[in-house]
C-alpha cells in the first residue's frame, strides 16, 4: 500500500535536514487519554454514540455465565448471537476496556462504577469456584450438550486435547475469550487502580500457569494451534504489574512456532492464515520486546507490520478476505464482499503504535490515519451505535451492521466498541522535548511536562488546513515541534507561525519547527488535497480514487436499491480530468466521460453507511475496453445457453431453495462470499439434496470459487460417487463451473436423484456456490 504508484503528482518534495542532525526524539509516547478532550467532529460525534451504546449494555446479562457456572444465581437473562454460543464471555473483557477507555476520554461517573461492579462479580464467581479460574465459555460435549468450559482443562492437562484452528475440546476459541477477561481486568487495574481487578486477574493467572506446566513443548504448540487472543501480551503485562517473573516466562512460552518463528526469520507465509488470530500475537512480541529488551520479537513485529501494510492490506487499511490472508500483492483478485475484518485493523493499529512509540516515523502513523479514518469510521454506524464485521469492498455490495437488538456480540462488536471510545488516543504525542502532532483531529490536550494546554482546530480531512495553539504554556522555551507530512502529501505542506510564514525542517515525515515557544502562538500547517490514482499491489490495472487521505467511492444507490449492475470500470488515459468538485466542503464529485457503464458522484467512502459503493475500479484504455466488452457478451450467451437447457437448479446456502430440495446436512453451513450463496461441509459432515431430471444425457455442474485453500470431496449421485474433486486456486480471482457427465443408467426412468457431498477425512468439502442439472447439447453425449 505504500508503494503504491499514484498519478497527479502534486510537485517535488523539499529538502530533509542533513544526516546526523536529527531534531526527532528515539523513542515517544503518546499524552494519557484522559488529558485529551475531542472538539466536534465525526470524532466526538462517535465516541458519544458508542458511549450510548455502552449505557444501553446490561452488566448483568453479559455476567449471566460467569454466575451461572460458578454456581450462582444469575441476574439477568444471556444475550443471544456469541455470547450464547461457547465463545461467551469474551464481550464483557471488551465491555470493560471500553468502559475504561470512555471513562478516560469522557470522565463519565458511570462507566467507571460498571467497570467496578463488574470486578466485583467477577471476584465473588471466582471465590464460589475456588480454583482460581472465573469465566463464561461453554463446551459442547459430543452428546451436544453445552456445559461450564472450565471441563476442558483437566483434560488438556491429562494430555487430551483436540485441537484446530477454533476449537479446543469443543470450546470455542477458549484461550482467545480467556485474554480479553485478562485484557479487561488490566485495563481496569491500569484505568483507576482497582486493586482487586489485578487479583482476580493474578489468580486467574494462577490457574492457566497450572495448566500450562503441565504439558510438554508439543502438546504446547498443539495447545496453541488454536486461536489464543493476545495471551502472551496479557502475561507480559501481568509481570509489569507485579514484578513476578512467572509470569514473563510464560509469556515468553506463550508462542506459535509455526507462525511466528517465519516472521521472526523475515519470511511472509502468512498466505492461508487466518489473519486475526496473529495480529495479537504479534502485539504480545512486542509488549515483552519492550519489557525485556530483546530484538527477535521486535523484528518479528516490524516485519509482520511492513509486510501485511505493504502486501496484504486494501486501500481502506484493512486486510484479509473471509478472514484469511492469501498471498502478497493478490488483493486485486480479492476484492469481495467478506474483506476487511474490524478486528484486524483495530489490533494492526494497536501494534502501529507500539512501533512508533520505539522510533517516531511519519510513515507509521500514515498507515494508522488511512485505517482510522476509512475503515474505523466505516465501522461503526453513526445513527444506531452497530458495527460491521466485514467492511466489503465489491462494487454494489451494501455493509451489515450489528443491530439494536444486540443480538450479535460478534468479535468485531467488542473491537468496535474499544475502538470508537477511545478516538483521542494517538492525536498528540511526547519525547524528549518534542511534541507531536500525527492526527489532524479537533481536540484540546494537556502537556504536563510543559505545564500547556494545546487546542487543535481543523475541518480535515474535508480541508487541509490545521492549526495548533498554545492556549497556556506555563514553561515556555525552546523545543522542536512536529507535525506530520502524509507520504501522499509529497512534502508539498507550507507552515505558518502566528499567521507568518517559516521554513520548517523536513524529518522522517514531519515538518518540524524549532523556536521558543510562549503562550498564545499559533502554528498551522496547510497539506494539498488533491484528487489522485492509487494502484493495487501487484496490479496496476485495479486502481482506486483517494483525496489526501480520504477513499473516494462511486455512490452506488441506497441499501435497499438492488444492484445488479456490472462493476463500473474506469477508461481513459487521464481519468482524473473528469473529475469536477459539487461540493468541495464535503469531498463530493460528479463524473463525465470516465466511467462505464454510467457515469457516478464520488462521495467519501467511509460516510457510506447506508449506501453501495465502488471502491476498486478496473482500469481500460478505449482499445481495451472494447475487447472487455467482447469478452462479456460472450460470456453472457454461453449462460443464456446453458439456463435454456437446465432442468434444475439449486441455490446452495439460500432458505427457501433448500427446503424445496430436501436437503439435509450434518456438520455443514451456509456461506455467503462475493454476492454469491453457497454451502460447505467440514470434516466428518456432508450435505444432500434432491435434483430434477429428465431422460437423455445430463450433465451436473458446479460452481466454485477459484482461489480455495488445498480440499478434496466426493459428489455421488444416489450414492454412486461420480466424481472426486479437488480444490486448490482452481482459478485465481474467478468462480469457475465444473461439469460432471452423468452416466444415462443413473437418470434412466427417474424424475430425481439426490446429490449428495462429502468431504474427505480431515478435509472440507466446497464451498458450492450453487449446483445445476442441465441437458447435454442435442447430438452429444454425457
Excluded at 529488551?293 to 486494501?314: E, I, L, M, N, Q
Excluded at 501494534?351 to 461503526?380: C, I, S, V
Amino acid at each position: 500500500m505504500r508503494g503504491a504508484a499514484t498519478l497527479a503528482l502534486v510537485g517535488a518534495a523539499p529538502k530533509a535536514m542533513a544526516a546526523g542532525a536529527s531534531l526527532l526524539p528515539d523513542t515517544a509516547e503518546p499524552l494519557p487519554l484522559s488529558a485529551v478532550r475531542l472538539r466536534p467532529s465525526i470524532y466526538a460525534t462517535a465516541v458519544e454514540t458508542n458511549r450510548g451504546y455502552l449505557h444501553r449494555l446490561s452488566a448483568d446479562r453479559l455476567l449471566h455465565n460467569f454466575r451461572a457456572y460458578a454456581g450462582l444465581e444469575p441476574k439477568a437473562a444471556i444475550y443471544g448471537g456469541w455470547e450464547s454460543d461457547t465463545i461467551a464471555g469474551h464481550t464483557l473483557g471488551h465491555y470493560l476496556s471500553a468502559l475504561v477507555l470512555t471513562w478516560q476520554q469522557t470522565d463519565d461517573p458511570e462507566m467507571r462504577a460498571r467497570a467496578d461492579y463488574i470486578v466485583g462479580e467477577l471476584a465473588e464467581a471466582q471465590a464460589k469456584r475456588g480454583t482460581g479460574y472465573v469465566g463464561a465459555l461453554g463446551r459442547k460435549r459430543p452428546d451436544g450438550t453445552v456445559v461450564d468450559g472450565e471441563e476442558i482443562f483437566p483434560e488438556i492437562m491429562a494430555g487430551k486435547i483436540k485441537s484446530g484452528g477454533f476449537d479446543l475440546n469443543g470450546s470455542w476459541s477458549p484461550l482467545y475469550t480467556v485474554h480479553k477477561l485478562f485484557a479487561g481486568l488490566l485495563d481496569v487495574h491500569g484505568g483507576w487502580g482497582n486493586a482487586q481487578a489485578l487479583d482476580v486477574a493474578v489468580k486467574l493467572g494462577g490457574y492457566f500457569a497450572k495448566v500450562f506446566a503441565a504439558l510438554d513443548d508439543a502438546q504446547m504448540q498443539t495447545v496453541l494451534g488454536c486461536e489464543y487472543g493476545g495471551l502472551n501480551e496479557s502475561f507480559a503485562e501481568l509481570y509489569q504489574r507485579t514484578g513476578d517473573r512467572q509470569w514473563l516466562a510464560l509469556a515468553e512460552r506463550i508462542y506459535d512456532r509455526k507462525v511466528l518463528d517465519p516472521l521472526v526469520a523475515g519470511q511472509d507465509k502468512l498466505a492461508n492464515f487466518h489473519a486475526n488470530t496473529q495480529v495479537p500475537k504479534l502485539i504480545g512480541l512486542a509488549r515483552i520486546h519492550e519489557i525485556t529488551g530483546k530484538p527477535d520479537p521486535a523484528k518479528g513485529a516490524r516485519f509482520f507490520w511492513d509486510t501485511v501494510t505493504g502486501h496484504h492490506s486494501y486501500v481502506i487499511g484493512g486486510n484479509a478476505d473471509r478472514e484469511y490472508f492469501s498471498e502478497p500483492d493478490t488483493i486485486a483478485r480479492h476484492v469481495t464482499d467478506q474483506t476487511c475484518e474490524h478486528c484486524n485493523t483495530y489490533n494492526m493499529m494497536k501494534l502501529t503504535r507500539h512501533l512508533f512509540g520505539w522510533k517516531p516515523d511519519g510513515q507509521l502513523f500514515d498507515y494508522y490515519e488511512r485505517a482510522h479514518l476509512n475503515h474505523t469510521m466505516a465501522a461503526q454506524h453513526p445513527g444506531n451505535g452497530g458495527f460491521t464485521y466485514m467492511t466489503p469492498l465489491m462494487s454494489g455490495t451494501a455493509r451489515d451492521y450489528s443491530t439494536v437488538k444486540d443480538d450479535a456480540f460478534w468479535c468485531c462488536v467488542g473491537s468496535g466498541m474499544e475502538a470508537h471510545a477511545k478516538h483521542g488516543d494517538s492525536i498528540f504525542w511526547q519525547g524528549g522535548d518534542t511534541f507531536f502532532v500525527n492526527l489532524y483531529i479537533p481536540a484540546e490536550a494537556r502537556w504536563d511536562k510543559r505545564g500547556a494546554t494545546v487546542t487543535l482546530d481543523t475541518a480535515y480531512p474535508m480541508d487541509g488546513q490545521a492549526t495548533l495553539r498554545f492556549t497556556r504554556l506555563d514553561r515556555a522555551g525552546r523545543f522542536p515541534l512536529a507535525l506530520r507530512v502524509p507520504g501522499w502529501a509529497n512534502g508539498q505542506a507550507t507552515v505558518e507561525v502566528n499567521g507568518q510564514a517559516v521554513t520548517p525542517t523536513f524529518e522522517r515525515g514531519y515538518a518540524v519547527v524549532q523556536r521558543r515557544w510562549k503562550a498564545g502562538d499559533s502554528v498551522s500547517i496547510r497539506l494539498p488535497l488533491d484528487l489522485r490514482v492509487e494502484t493495487t499491489p501487484g496490479d496496476d490495472s485495479v486502481v482506486a480514487v483517494m483525496r489526501g487521505p480520504m477513499v473516494m467511492a462511486a455512490d452506488l444507490g441506497g441499501r435497499d436499491d438492488k444492484w445488479d449492475s456490472p462493476d463500473p470500470v474506469l477508461v481513459g488515459a487521464h481519468p482524473l480530468n473528469g473529475f469536477t468538485a459539487t461540493d468541495a466542503a464535503q469531498a463530493r464529485y460528479a463524473t463525465k466521460g470516465v466511467f462505464r457503464p454510467v457515469d457516478f458522484a464520488f462521495v467519501p467512502f467511509f460516510s457510506q453507511y447506508d449506501r453501495r459503493s465502488a471502491v476498486y475500479f478496473k482500469r481500460f484504455t478505449e482499445a481495451g475496453w472494447k475487447t472487455e466488452q467482447a469478452a462479456f457478451l460472450a460470456d453472457q450467451a454461453r449462460a443464456r445457453d446453458i439456463a435454456a437447457r437446465s432442468v434444475d437448479v439449486m441455490h446452495l446456502g439460500e432458505m427457501q431453495p433448500e427446503r424445496d430440495h430436501a436437503l439435509t446436512s450434518e456438520i455443514s453451513y451456509p456461506v455467503s462470499y462475493r454476492g454469491k450463496q453457497g454451502r460447505d461441509a467440514r470434516s466428518g459432515g456432508y450435505f444432500e439434496f434432491t435434483m430434477a431430471v429428465r431422460p437423455g444425457p445430463m450433465i451436473l455442474q458446479g460452481t466454485y470459487w477459484g482461489d480455495e485453500r488445498k480440499r478434496d470431496f466426493d459428489i455421488l449421485v444416489d450414492n454412486v460417487k461420480i466424481a472426486t474433486q479437488h480444490l486448490e486456486n482452481d482459478k485465481p480471482g474467478a468462480f469457475f463451473d465444473v461439469e460432471y457427465p452423468l452416466p444415462p443408467a443413473l437418470t434412466a426412468g427417474k424424475k430425481s436423484v439426490r446429490i449428495r457431498v462429502v468431504p474427505h477425512d480431515g478435509s472440507s468439502a466446497g464451498p458450492i456456490f450453487g449446483m445445476r442439472l442441465f441437458a447435454a447439447k442435442p447430438g452429444t453425449t454425457a
